[in-house]
């Protein structure tokens, strides 16, 4: 049986859409404008920067990155990606939200300046610092994914909170369309101001040399929306569920909640403290109690994030290596350096406006109608059909004729993605665990993406090789070609459907009904008895 809520989480829950919520929209999503932005502008630039530091005089073909500074490049702030949701998740929990959320976003800011700032005249040592300050992006940028999750499901009401945590997560969407567009201005700007022939016509004088501002300043714009957004993350009051659960001080909760929603909100510091001293409301992480009530939740996020990032960045961050096998992108040698940068970025700016950013604004459109669940099995499966479509008949697709169909089947991939799991998997950590571990457990669940998203980086990078010498390129070993690699995609995609069944519907209940904190101790004793008698164990069908 459910306890009377406190009534400043009862406010909050019943509260009805108000300009709070979307500044903590703003406020948040600009941290994962600035996310998107800085992690997917990196392919626009990497075969300008394996021209620059990578191409022999009197090769036939432009330089590009060796495979292990490819890789290096495209994943490192992966690595540091998962090394920052595990840190400032637990930290999240440990200090509270707001005061570690400026600091992810200041490193961030740093990074991104420092990126483009990479200093050397060596190929090894340009490419090496460029990789340090890559890590540290990534690391801030990891922060951001449990504190913005969290941050956001606890300002929200109970009503529209699926929408509100999906639209920050949905600004990833228009992260992603920038990068292109500033890529695009960019170097049609040196393109023009810089006049080059083809590598072909004339190899030296294709690559001149100011290309080499343009990787640097595509880098460095990722610091614009972040520093702008500083000032009032640091003006956001706690979150009440932090302050009133895991701190303690009703006071504060109630204070601060009062001038947010402009309504008189009693401290119920009695109520906190008797919440408070239970024994289901203190165990820990790695307690028996965690195990018993969330580890199947626990484990159906961390999978179904994982082998979600696989495909979706895989796809992503080698969209250019998809584009030039098809056909779509004129031989390296027909270009200059600078227009290279301009085909690519036309390509991804496509994708991103016609299947990626509609798809994240679908999910947050009908995630409080049709729920998580719904969401996140359909996108799985969807995204297995077009994998499997792309893949089987891809001989087909590759024909010159065919290759407008082969981007509109590849940029439904990636619709159902958004509106699918890349989304919900964000949304629903955010919801299902107690306050004291929600960040922790959000941390945890997203840094199991990135682990799927480096193995799905590296991993592409090496399985998309051609077994034919005359189409791999430069340096790398035969692989199992395109074909073999969309297939094994598409496999896993279709084990993401599986472990969607683990993971519970919040759609409708507050964050309490999910975690379990509201509940009488009388009901967490029958529950070990009859498991059905906890509605937060019940998996959707």
Request: charged share 15%.
């Amino acid at each position: 049986m459910a306890r009377e809520q406190l009534g400043v989480l009862t406010a909050l829950d019943a509260a009805k859409t108000q300009w709070y919520h979307f500044t903590a929209i703003i406020i948040a999503g600009m941290g994962f404008f600035t996310d998107a932005y800085d992690l997917f502008c990196i392919p626009n630039v990497t075969k300008l920067l394996g021209r620059i530091y990578y191409t022999h005089p009197g090769a036939l073909k432009p330089g590009t990155l060796p495979p292990n500074v490819s890789a290096a490049v495209n994943g490192v702030a992966l690595c540091g990606t998962l090394a920052g949701q595990l840190f400032f998740g637990w930290l999240g929990d440990k200090m509270g939200r707001k005061k570690v959320y400026g600091l992810t976003l200041a490193l961030m800011v740093f990074s991104s300046l420092a990126s483009g700032l990479s200093f050397g005249h060596s190929a090894k040592g340009t490419i090496g610092t460029l990789c340090f300050f890559r890590f540290w992006l990534g690391f801030g940028i990891g922060g951001d994914y449990p504190l913005s999750a969290t941050i956001m499901s606890e300002y929200a009401n109970k009503k529209t909170r699926g929408a509100f945590i999906a639209s920050v997560f949905a600004m990833q969407g228009f992260g992603i369309l920038a990068g292109g567009i500033v890529s695009l201005v960019v170097s049609t700007a040196f393109d023009h101001a810089f006049k080059a022939p083809p590598y072909k016509v004339d190899a030296a004088a294709s690559l001149v040399p100011e290309a080499d501002y343009v990787w640097r300043i595509i880098l460095m714009f990722g610091a614009v929306p972040a520093g702008l957004t500083y000032y009032w993350r640091m003006k956001m009051p706690e979150t009440a569920r932090y302050t009133a659960l895991v701190a303690k001080n009703a006071k504060q909760a109630a204070q601060d909640m009062s001038s947010v929603l402009q309504v008189e909100i009693e401290a119920e510091q009695e109520k906190v403290d008797k919440i408070g001293v239970q024994d289901k409301n203190s165990f820990g992480l790695f307690s028996k109690e965690f195990l018993r009530r969330h580890g199947l939740h626990l484990l159906g996020t961390t999978s179904t994030w994982f082998l979600l990032d696989i495909a979706y960045y895989s796809s992503n961050l080698f969209q250019k290596d998809i584009y030039s096998s098809i056909g779509w992108l004129p031989p390296a040698q027909d270009m200059n350096a600078i227009h290279e940068v301009f085909k690519v970025a036309r390509a991804t700016t496509l994708i991103a406006l016609c299947g990626t950013v509609p798809g994240y604004w679908f999910t947050v459109a009908f995630i409080d109608v049709i729920g998580r669940f719904a969401i996140q099995l359909m996108g799985f499966f969807f995204m297995t059909v077009f994998m499997f479509a792309l893949a089987i008949p891809y001989d087909h697709w590759t024909k010159r004729e065919n290759r407008i169909g082969f981007l509109v089947m590849y940029a439904m991939t990636f619709f159902f993605a958004n509106f699918g799991p890349n989304s919900t998997t964000f949304v629903v950590p955010a919801e299902i665990f107690p306050a004291r571990l929600r960040s922790t457990c959000h941390g945890i669940s997203s840094a199991a993406g990135k682990a799927g998203a480096i193995i799905g980086a590296f991993g592409f990078l090496y399985a998309s090789q051609s077994k034919d010498p005359k189409k791999r390129d430069a340096g790398y070993p035969a692989g199992i070609g395109m074909k073999n690699t969309l297939i094994l995609l598409a496999v896993v995609n279709c084990l993401g459907i599986f472990f969607t069944f683990l993971v519970p519907e919040a759609n409708g209940k507050s964050l309490e009904e999910m975690s379990g904190e509201n509940e009488e101790e009388e009901e967490t004793e029958a529950a070990v008895v009859d498991p059905q008698a906890s509605s937060n164990r019940t998996v959707p069908v």
